[in-house]
């Protein structure tokens, strides 16, 4: 049986021995919720994909106390990892490194680098100094499902497949970790997330970015068949481009006439006229650290709410804008381009 425990210090004692016992805890980080195993225990590390039901080709975080841990996972850290770790460790930068041996290829997936940040959540950072190990920890979501950003959520996903969850309230930022591989040139993001862009390039110099990779259709969804990632269970379609609100108004209209329950994750500059609509409105709120804490919690209450369709739009490509686009062309049924 799960239990949702609140974050004291006492409970964070016992999570860390649940993790050296090679169990799982779920425990919050700046970014999402994640679903931790003791890194260096490849039966614990087991437990995670089966908990999650992720296939094992998908390869894990190493999570670690800070760059003064660092070889615990990476069998070497190049002055650029050293000096992006001091300036945005603890916090949302995954690098990519050659592993250390006493990583199980199963947290790697059989590559020979590792994935590994320092979380900058104080209740994930007492976690790790109390089991004195790195954590390999996915997000704590059924895999290809929304990501968590409150115990709740991990709840709906994992009860009665992992011991605990710590429970640390909603997580702050909203949106995963920022991937960067610092073997290319010059390095590339394979995922945006919660370091910026403009960020990274503002400490290193130019950054490339890896597009998303779903296929783009103008007209209407075929679900099915494109593999979705950190999707609702509602079909959403994403709209992007100058007209998107125009098309996304239309499409709302069209399904409400046709008899359909729809629900629209909106920003506030929105929200309004989607409400007058009929449909069902989440508001996102105003800037991106807004929508992006609030996106991942919006598909899951508009989920609660039965809703046939959601729909959203493109937030831009500066700053956090560029995570929140990754995620929602990831997530949705079809993209529709204005
Ligand atoms: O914010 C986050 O990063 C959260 C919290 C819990 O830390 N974790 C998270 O983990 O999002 P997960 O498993 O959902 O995503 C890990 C990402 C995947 O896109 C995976 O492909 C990539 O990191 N990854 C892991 N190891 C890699 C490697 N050796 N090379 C390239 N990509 C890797
Ligand atoms: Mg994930």
């Known amino acids: 049986m799960t239990k949702i425990l609140k974050a004291t210090t006492e409970n964070i004692l016992l999570a860390a021995e649940i993790l050296r016992a090679g169990g799982l805890v779920a425990f919050p980080t ?8 003791n890194a260096l225990d490849e039966e614990a590390v087991k437990k995670i994909f089966a908990a ?4 094992a080709a ?7 106390a800070g760059l003064e841990h660092i070889e615990q996972a990476a069998k070497s850290a190049p002055p650029l990892a050293r000096r992006l770790a001091e300036r945005f460790w603890p916090g949302p930068l995954t690098l990519i490194l050659p592993k250390q041996p006493q990583i199980p290829r199963l947290v790697t997936s059989g590559l020979d680098t590792v994935a590994v940040r320092a979380p900058a959540h104080p209740v994930a950072l007492s976690l790790l100094r109390a089991a004195g190990t790195p954590i390999a920890a996915p997000s704590a979501n059924r895999f290809g499902h929304t990501s968590p ?13 992992i011991e605990i969850i710590l429970d640390g309230g909603a997580t702050p930022l909203g949106v995963e970790s920022t991937v960067l591989d610092i073997s290319a040139v010059p390095p590339r993001i394979l995922r945006p997330g919660g370091v910026t862009r403009e960020m990274l390039e503002d ?6 970015v890896i597009e998303s990779s779903r296929q783009v259709e103008a007209g209407l969804p075929s679900p099915g068949l494109l593999e979705k990632h950190y999707a609702p269970r509602a079909q959403m379609i994403f709209f992007k481009g100058e007209e998107a609100r125009r098309a996304m108004l239309a499409r709302a209209r069209e399904a409400l ?58 937030a831009g490509e500066s700053g956090l804008g560029l995570a929140i686009r990754d ?12």
């Open 58 to 64: 998908d390869p894990l975080i190493v999570h670690l």
């Open 327 to 338: 995620r929602l062309t990831r997530a949705a049924s079809a993209v529709v381009e204005t």
């Open 149 to 161: 950003t409150a115990a709740r959520h991990v709840w709906d996903d994992l009860k009665d497949r």
């Open 52 to 55: 999650k039901e992720r296939p």
């Open 257 to 314: 006439a046709a008899g359909q329950t729809v629900g629209v994750l909106a920003m506030d500059e929105d929200a309004e006229i989607f409400e007058e609509t009929g449909a069902v409105v989440y508001r996102l709120g105003g800037g991106l650290d807004s929508v992006a804490s609030r996106i991942y919690d919006g598909m899951r209450r508009l989920d609660a709410d039965s809703v046939a369709l959601i729909l959203c739009r493109d």
């Open 30 to 37: 700046e970014t999402v919720y994640g679903l931790g195993a």
């Open 203 to 208: 400490e290193i110099g130019k950054v490339a």
